[in-house]
């Protein structure tokens, strides 16, 4: 399957809503998911949140990547331990309510699947639907490649549709499964609250509380440090209702993050309480029963 995305000039042709794209939509538990992320000129956000989720809601695993030039691209790796199933991976940013979806099946890499297999798909959803474009011609391509092939093919483009593009040209070559066909769509939901991203970067918030009573502690010292390549370490002082924010601009992509609290007087550790996101179950979409190919 070939993909082929530009940038152009044309206000009215530019992007309107999210696009994700992943590498196949058949994975097996213990691989890695490699995507692309475009976005609309005008999002204003340098943060995006890629997660993969399971049928009801639960954040499997997720990574904030910086986008530039309105895109980013990164990889997930998958759980050894997933069970067999359909997921969705998400894309999502702060500053906006539309969060973009992709139906992805993952085998378990241990049981694998039975000979006549029946899943949950998505259903009652409204794909997104990529606009084919009769302005380009690709000449010397085959319907199936082995592993290791050489392959090479010519595309050519009209001058009308060179006219378009500004400055990039992307072409993308990913795998497809006959007989399964991975919708994409889009829905509107309320923002994702909690420790996550913000316009600028990645905020780790939450309480400090006390060890015995639980209740939140006032005028405590709370460490944040980052044991990356690039060290960071920063604390602050919290107020009488125990919260503590910290704002990570530089930090991206997947990082250990070690939070502490004390009590500055007895010097004794405190409980830390993260405001954390790992349930979007009301953008969960609606899943009916189907049987999927044996060629799977």
Not at 66 to 92: E, R, V
Request: glycine fraction near 6%; charged fraction near 20%.
């Amino acid at each position: 399957m070939l993909l082929f995305l530009w940038t152009n000039d044309s206000q009215a042709q530019k992007m309107e809503q999210f696009s994700l794209f992943t590498d196949r939509d058949i994975y097996t538990s213990g691989e890695t998911i490699l995507f692309h992320r475009f976005v609309p000129s005008d999002e204003g956000s340098s943060m995006a949140n890629i997660s993969l989720i399971n049928m009801q809601g639960k954040v499997i695993c997720s990574v904030y990547k910086k986008t530039a030039n309105d895109q980013t691209n990164g990889f997930i790796y998958l759980p050894d331990s997933l069970k067999t199933g359909t997921y969705l991976i998400c894309s999502s940013t702060r500053k906006n309510q539309l969060l973009t979806y992709k139906e992805l099946f993952i085998s378990n890499r241990f049981t694998g699947l039975a000979e006549a297999i029946t899943a949950l798909r998505v259903k009652d959803i409204t794909p997104i639907i990529e606009k084919p474009s009769n302005e380009l011609q690709i000449e010397g391509i085959s319907p199936t490649y082995h592993a290791r092939d050489q392959v090479q093919v010519s595309v050519y483009l009209t001058t009308g549709l060179l006219s378009k593009i500004k400055d990039q040209f992307f072409v993308s070559i990913a795998e497809s499964t006959p007989g399964f066909n991975s919708q994409s769509f889009a829905l509107n939901s309320m923002q994702l609250n909690g420790s996550g991203m913000t316009g600028e970067g990645i905020a780790v918030e939450g309480y400090a509380r006390d060890l015995n009573t639980g209740a939140p502690f006032k005028n405590a010292c709370i460490f944040l440090s980052v044991p990356d390549s690039i060290p960071w370490l920063n604390y602050l002082m919290t107020g009488e209702d125990g919260y503590f924010h910290f704002q990570l601009k530089d930090y991206y992509g997947k990082n250990l993050v070690v939070v502490q609290g004390f009590d500055p007087e007895k010097m004794k550790l405190l409980k830390i309480s993260l405001n954390l996101t790992d349930s979007i179950k009301e953008m969960v979409p609606a899943y009916e029963s189907k049987t999927l190919p044996i060629d799977i």
